[in-house]
């Protein structure tokens, strides 16, 4: 008997050793959980640092900025996922725009409108062009030099008219028009949205990105439908796709592009895509899929 006691007893004591053993280690492994959760709160109360204060622009242009740049409407603007909601420095007016996506490669096709506005904080490195007082974003610059040199060749005079306007400038133009039609008795929504109507919301125009020049020519220096008659808009229209440039405004594409027939107004995006564009006789908008 004494025997069976002692084989039950050491039984009980290596019964009682495996629970032991099985305890610890569960406690060890339900403990490790409990650290990521730790090292994850720790992360998100980080200090958030991304809202970088966008810096001062460059002020290269002299000249003041054109306003001849009429919208024809400020359309309701189309609601789509990534749009800037009630973030949007104009929200309150309506305008509901989305951010341009800014790609570094393609560069030279970047869509600025109304419904594609440039990041608050977008920079570029501006030069002077061919003919002074303009300056355009430097990687143009060759081939907008290239272009009115060829023009000059053929005795046509392309007249630097405006090129890049910064940020500030355009919002401050913006902004003096609001301020306009306020002390007219306006609502301060109201007030902005006839703003739009003559100066283009900041970041909408493609001269804030310096991707595009309104040009003058000998004895037409105005920016009005003019130009179209002259022999530099013959010159323009038949050889600026060679240099990379496009009218991006035409007679008759106001529903897509949103900005009414300007033919002083030629945009660079490059050889290739311009003698696309040209060939296929379709807006910049519709090149990208983006109408
Ligand atoms: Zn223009």
Not at 3 to 23: E, K, N, T, W
Not at 226 to 237: I, K, P, V, Y
Not at 263 to 287: C, D, F, M, N, S
Request: charged share 25%; hydrophobic share 35%; proline share 4%.
């Amino acid at each position: 008997m004494n025997r069976i006691r002692l084989i039950l007893l050491a039984g009980l004591c290596i019964f009682v050793a495996i629970l032991s053993i099985a305890y610890i280690t569960v406690g060890m492994e339900s403990k490790e959980p409990e650290t990521t959760t730790q090292n994850t709160t720790e992360k998100i109360s980080e200090p958030d640092t991304s809202a970088v204060e966008p810096g001062t622009e460059n002020e290269a242009t002299t000249q003041l900025p054109s306003e001849a740049e009429t919208t024809t409407q400020a359309e309701a603007t189309t609601r789509e996922p990534e749009t800037m909601g009630s973030e949007y420095e104009y929200a309150y007016a309506g305008f509901n725009p989305s951010v341009a996506v800014v790609d570094g490669e393609k560069w030279n096709l970047l869509l600025v409108n109304q419904k594609y506005i440039l990041p608050e904080d977008y920079t570029v490195q501006t030069a002077e062009v061919k003919g002074g007082g303009q300056s355009l974003d430097h990687r143009v610059v060759p081939h907008y030099n290239k272009m009115v040199e060829a023009a000059e060749a053929d005795g046509i005079d392309l007249i630097p008219v405006s090129g890049y306007r910064s940020l500030s400038r355009q919002k401050n133009n913006f902004n003096r028009k609001i301020d306009y039609y306020s002390s007219l008795g306006y609502s301060k929504a109201e007030a902005t949205r006839l703003a739009a109507k003559i100066v283009l919301m900041p970041g909408t125009s493609e001269h804030n990105a310096g991707l595009a020049m309104d040009f003058g020519t000998n004895g037409n220096y105005t920016l009005d439908e003019n130009f179209a008659n002259t022999d530099a808009f013959r010159w323009l229209s038949e050889n600026a796709a060679d240099y990379g440039f496009i009218l991006r405004y035409e007679e008759d594409t106001q529903d897509i592009t949103m900005i009414t027939y300007e033919p002083w107004h030629w945009r660079y995006v490059g050889v290739e895509a311009a003698q696309e564009i040209k060939a296929q006789g379709v807006t910049l908008e519709e090149y990208l899929g983006m109408d």
